[in-house]
């Protein structure tokens, strides 16, 4: 280990010495002083975090810690969106969380803590590290979810979040053990180049079908999904912004990745699989969203769907892709976070109006709100000019090309069906209210810069990527064009022959 491989790793050093910084000061703190400080120091860290991501940009691709660890375009695009997630969520808190509510110090710490697993398993090419990437970024989301702990509902969502992705860490660990066992090793690269020589087929195949289904499982892709909808209802709002859009993306990431750097031979075998986990993740996430009358239920059937519009980009042909599905991950999450901030802002803190009905008049309670409101769910449907419409196009553009045209209409179809549900919560925030039947919208006092910042952060981008996507398409194609098998080095005898 070096100075040039802490670079490597710069911006999870930056995130855990934010974390580990949190802890201190709230330590030091009084019990009677307020911890909204702490919010501001993790945001802070966080933007350090972002800017070291993207200073790696000037350092030349290659791995670190014994080639355990890439820097590259890709991993660069993947660290920049968790960051950026990570800092709108930090900011939303700082204006949502209750000033008396318990042990922010640890909800500060936690969210940093969370991100280096996820930054991590961005840049890993060794399985193993994987792994402890996963573990780190799950531990955490774990936890936050079971931060409300006075509701009944927090708790629940915590245990079944942490029992059953204990289970599917599971299927994956085993997966890497099938692995180590077909080729003798646990390396990224090194694998990519043995699974075609290797002699036991059958435990190759099995080898990737346990790590698909560990990996499908963190994306809440179908029929992995039954966690998501309770895990979203009984999370905090901010936490379900961040939990249903950083550790996808990394998921996200580190599936292209074992597809396309550790499996490419087995091409054949795994695309007709995705394919029906996109189909069934599609049509399951969009009927069952028809039928919910939560508004956090509803998303979170929604964000199944999406999982499966995201997983259509895999039907595309190389690099073309990748690139789909990395600009997908990140205008899903521009669109995702900011709806999330909305409801956080109507339901308050102990989501007291979760409902559809809840929602009816917001229009003529809160116009602002209600304008973003509107804003983001016509990007979750897909209108032109917003990121919805692009990465949807870009996705199911790539599809075409990869002679999946079937599948790019199941997504259209898919699209109108969402509508439905998306637009009956636009319809009723712009109905006149009840009175006095109509509860009166909770817009929590604390409207200030944090909450004002994050929402036009997450509008500007959702905004940016719909009318003016050509930055970021080209960082993810660029990305995509570095997500390959590097050619092998040639042994020393033949170097010696060529002399």
Known sequence: MNFADMLRILPEIVLTLTGVLVMLVDASLP???PRRSLGWIAALGTTLALWSSLWQLSLPVGTG???TVETSPFTVFFHVLICGIVLVVLLLSLDTLPEGSHHQGEFYALIPFGAVGMCLLTSAVELLVVFIALEISSISTYILAGYRKDSARSPEAAIKYFLLGSFATGFLLYGIALV?????????????RLIPLATNHAMVVAAMALMLVGILFKVSAAPFHIWAPDVYEGAPSPVVALMSTAPKAAAFALLLRVLYEVFPGLRSAWEPLLWIVAILSMTVGNVAALRQQNVKRMLAYSSI???GYLLVAFAGMGSSGIAAASFYAAAYAAMNVGIFAVVTL???YDDQLSLIADYRGLIHRAPVLASFLIFFLISLIGIPFTAGFFGKFYSFSVAVGGNAIWLAVIGLLNS???SAYYLRLVFAACQPPTEPEQPRIAVLPRFGVAV???LLFTAGATLLLGIVPGQAL?????GAHTLQIPAPEPAPAALNASK
Do not use: D, N, R
């Not at 180590?180 to 990519?192: K, P, R």
């Open 305 to 307: 769907a999406h999982a």
């Open 346 to 348: 109507v339901g308050g």
């Open 474 to 478: 080209q960082a993810a194609e660029t």
């Open 180 to 192: 180590f066992g077909a080729t003798g090793t646990t390396e990224v690269y090194q694998l990519g």
């Open 31 to 33: 019990a009677i002083t």
């Open 416 to 418: 109108g069906l969402a």
């Open 65 to 67: 810690f014994y080639g």
């Open 452 to 454: 004002s910042a994050a």
